[in-house]
Structures are given as structure tokens and as C-alpha cells.
């Protein structure tokens, strides 16, 4: 498994350095923004989707190197080492699963830092964005390819983007403040118990998947 782990991370190190550093200046920006500004860090869209949208990119790079390894042909080079289909797929989960949560502990850092009233809740909606993402695309890519995993974040993300614009207009009259209200909620938590189950419940589905899969 530290093979993998370190296979993959030296792919994303040369392929999606960029990205990586995009991601960071995203945090520095919401530093920026906290800490100049004297209401909540949490308040109005820009702060609360800086917030977020890391811990989103990170949840799409285990997909993002599945992909790099379906057109290198590694993933079938890779099978023919003393290596189980099983530990090929969950080595992809696992490094989502750290990057999610290194990238959630900077965001952390960050809230805190800015005198965030709702830190740990920030916290637990990256977990949760980085953990569904990998969840609902990778059984799709193992089994259909990546072009259908990557599909089938677009359509997450244009849901998603639905979803927030309709839930904004329902509550804009009472708040104004819709990450407040979804961070407040009592349910966030079991959200993010849920999610964990859902991730834990994929990797198993695309261990299935990809055992049975005909690498041909």
C-alpha cells in the first residue's frame, strides 16, 4: 500500500502541482478575506465557497489519477507486479481520503485563525465534500471507465449549483447567511457519519467492480 500511496503521489506531484498551489492560494485568499473583513468569515458566497472548494478539488483527484493511470496504461502495467486489484483500488481511496484531510486541517487552520465561530462545523462540511465526490464517481470510472466518472462529476457539480441556488432563495428571506444555516443544522454531523459510511460502502462496490472487471 506505501508503494501506491507513493505512486500516486508522485503523479500528482508532477502532473497536478498546479492545482495544488491553486488550492492554496484559494486559502489565502479566504485569509485574506477573514481577516479584513469584520464580519463573520462565513458571510456571503466568495468566503464560504473558498471554504469549500479545495476540499471539492481534492475529492476529484483520486478520479483525476485513475484517469492519468487508464491512458498511461499503468493500471494494467501495475497488475502484472505482486499487487491485488484490491489494494490498486483502495490505495486510490485512501490517498483521497488523506489529501481531503490534510487540505480540511489548512481550512481549519485558516477559520481559526480568522476567529471563525464555526470551525469544527467548516471542518466537517470539507470532510463531507471531499469524501461524497470520490464516493459517487469512482464506482462509475472502475467500471465504466474515467470518462464516465468525470461525466458524472459534471453532473454533481451542476446539481450541486441547482441545489444552493434553490435552497439560497428559499432561506434568503429569513438569514441571508446560507452556509450558517446549513453549518448550524444539528443534521451536518450525521451528514458526515453518513458520508463516511458511503465512502467506506464505495470502496468496497469498486473492490467488487474491478475484480471482475476484464483488463483486456
Known amino acids: 500500500m506505501k508503494a501506491l500511496l507513493l505512486s500516486d503521489f508522485y503523479i500528482f506531484r508532477k502532473n497536478f502541482t498546479l492545482a495544488f ?3 492554496i492560494v484559494l486559502l489565502g485568499l479566504s485569509l485574506a478575506t ?20 479545495p476540499c471539492l478539488i481534492a475529492g476529484m483527484m483520486p478520479l483525476s489519477l485513475y484517469s ?11 497488475l502484472t507486479m505482486p499487487l491485488t486489484r ?3 483500488v483502495c490505495g ?9 484531510l490534510l487540505l480540511a486541517a489548512l481550512i481549519l487552520i485558516v477559520v481559526i485563525i480568522t476567529g471563525e465561530r464555526y470551525a469544527l462545523l467548516v471542518f466537517s462540511l470539507n470532510i463531507l465534500c471531499g469524501c461524497l465526490v470520490p464516493a ?8 465504466f471507465g474515467s ?5 458524472i462529476f459534471g453532473l454533481l457539480c451542476g446539481c450541486s449549483g441547482i441545489l444552493y441556488g434553490a435552497v439560497t432563495a428559499a432561506l434568503e428571506s429569513e438569514s441571508g447567511n446560507l452556509f450558517v444555516d446549513i453549518t448550524g443544522s444539528p443534521y451536518l454531523p450525521a451528514a458526515v457519519g453518513a458520508a463516511a459510511v458511503l ?10 467492480i474491478y475484480q471482475s472487471k476484464d483488463m483486456n
Open 21 to 23: 498551489i491553486i488550492m
Open 34 to 53: 477573514g481577516l479584513m473583513g469584520n464580519e463573520d468569515f462565513t458571510d456571503g458566497f466568495f468566503t464560504g465557497f473558498l471554504t469549500i472548494y
Open 68 to 78: 492519468y493511470d487508464e491512458r498511461s496504461k499503468w493500471d494494467k502495467y501495475c
Open 86 to 88: 484490491k489494494r490498486y
Open 92 to 100: 486510490k481511496y485512501l490517498f483521497g481520503l488523506l489529501l481531503t
Open 136 to 143: 459517487l464517481t469512482l464506482p462509475f470510472a472502475f467500471r
Open 147 to 151: 470518462k464516465v466518472g468525470v461525466f
Open 199 to 208: 465512502y467506506v460502502a464505495s470502496m468496497f462496490v469498486s473492490v467488487r
